[in-house]
């Protein structure tokens, strides 16, 4: 009976989500009602109580803030407009060069953001006016800024790479330093699609007529420095082994904090507006984790994942059909919701399934990083899609769907990578991260 219950259930918050109810009210009021239903009120009742308190102690949560208050410090005191300008000088001259520079720019940003959709629309409102100047085609542009923005769901600091290693039980650090290469290789396969499309057909991207001199490169360079301080402190003090994912998180809005105040970009109100917006987004993410570790307890009690598990160990289902099972779910799944979201409904189901069919988790957490990237591209809800279309809403949402399939069959691309080159998570970590 408590199985059928957790199925039920299963299916009815992604109805809700579906209807825009909340996912924090869709996670939490479901998984309520649930454990009510098999647990008794009692217990409910002592779990809802302890929950928020868990989550607000959590000091593995306690980044969460820190990266996000380190990526509107670095957006609201100009650090991502100077990391655009320079990708644009040294990059411009190549075919499809500023979709180029966008994508690689917006690389450079996820790693001072740690949020897909901040670095969509970061750098959506520089990109996006300056390629529509140069000619350039709508979807390429959009299609552009929308994938790129996804680089911030990957590389670190990955704000749902904390979320999963939380729940999965796994080293943060160890995730971080997992998802650098493959996030390398996703940049670098977006940049050569552009470069082979538009050289193919140059009707997409006009090659601007006056090239950017060496001096204005090289001085371009001078502007960029905050970015890789800010990488080399976060990255470098977690690889090193010197601080934990937390600590260095501290570290980067320090490091931004300074950074600004040196070259005196920090004004009071920039300042305030990077604190309300952190307030503001870190209380939509505890919420919707206080709803998530609800659902994860009343999974428990359900004993759904456990069936799960227990299935396909009874059935040996192949390893390569569980792995097209999940990315179809999640395909699916993101057609009516968004990543976080998707992350928190299934990882209390998916991890015990892994786990015992003998996977590494440190691995199946960057590849469900990917699927949910591939999601976020997903028509018809992918959110980064609805983030670059409202930079310029003239043009069709439709536009962007077109623009963004050829990113969508990149993500294949690097999925296949992902699976059938399993190691190269393992390539960077070094023995004293923990």
């Excluded at 997992?178 to 057909?201: E, H, S």
């Excluded at 799960?308 to 993101?334: H, K, Q, S």
């Amino acid at each position: 009976m408590s199985i059928t219950i957790g199925a039920i259930s299963f299916v009815v918050i992604t109805l809700l989500t579906g209807l825009r109810v909340p996912i924090a009210l869709s996670l939490g009021g479901v998984a309520f009602i649930g454990m009510w239903i098999i647990v008794g009120p009692t217990v409910t009742l002592a779990v809802a109580k302890s929950t928020p308190f868990e989550v607000a102690a959590s000091w593995e949560l306690s980044a969460v803030p820190l990266f996000i208050l380190m990526g509107n410090i670095a957006f609201r005191t100009g650090m991502t407009e100077s990391l655009f300008r320079a990708a644009r000088l040294w990059l411009g001259w190549l075919p499809g060069g500023l979709a180029v520079a966008t994508n690689f720019a917006s690389a450079g940003f996820s790693a001072a953001s740690g949020s897909s959709l901040a670095t969509t629309i970061a750098m959506g409102r520089l990109a996006i006016p300056e390629m529509r100047k140069f000619g350039y085609d709508n979807a390429l542009t959009l299609g552009t800024v929308t994938a790129a923005g996804t680089l911030g769901s990957l590389i670190p600091p990955s704000i749902i790479l904390v979320i999963y290693g939380i729940f999965a039980e796994q080293s943060v650090s160890k995730l971080f330093i997992a998802a650098i290469v493959p996030g390398i290789i996703t940049a670098i396969i977006y940049a050569a699609m552009i470069i082979i499309r538009c050289w193919l057909n140059p009707a997409l991207a006009p090659v601007p007529d006056k090239a950017a001199d060496w001096g204005e490169r090289f001085s371009s360079l001078i502007d960029i420095w905050p970015l890789p301080l800010l990488v080399a402190g976060v990255i470098g003090s977690i690889y090193t082994g010197i601080a934990t994912a937390t600590e260095a998180a501290a570290l980067g809005a320090t490091l931004a904090f300074l950074i600004a105040l040196a070259q005196r970009r920090l004004t009071v109100r920039n300042f305030s507006a990077s604190l309300t917006e952190t307030v503001v987004s870190s209380g939509a993410l505890f919420f919707i984790a206080v709803g998530a570790i609800l659902m994860n307890r009343f999974m428990g009690f359900s004993g759904l994942p456990t069936y799960l598990a227990n299935m396909l160990e009874v059935y040996a289902v192949d390893p390569w059909m569980l792995l097209l099972l999940t990315g179809a779910f999640f395909f699916i799944l993101g057609t009516v919701m968004e990543g976080l979201g998707m992350v928190l409904l299934t990882l209390p189901i998916l991890i015990p399934v892994f786990q015992s069919q003998g996977f590494d988790l440190i691995w199946f957490g960057i590849l469900v990083v990917k699927f949910v990237e591939i999601a976020a591209l997903s028509p018809p809800l992918g959110l980064n899609m609805f983030a670059a279309a409202s930079i310029a809403p003239d043009i069709p949402i439709t536009t962007v769907f077109r623009g963004v399939m050829w990113f969508i069959f990149c993500e294949f691309v690097v999925v296949l990578l992902l699976i059938l080159f399993p190691e190269m998570t393992h390539w960077l970590l070094p023995a004293g991260v923990q």
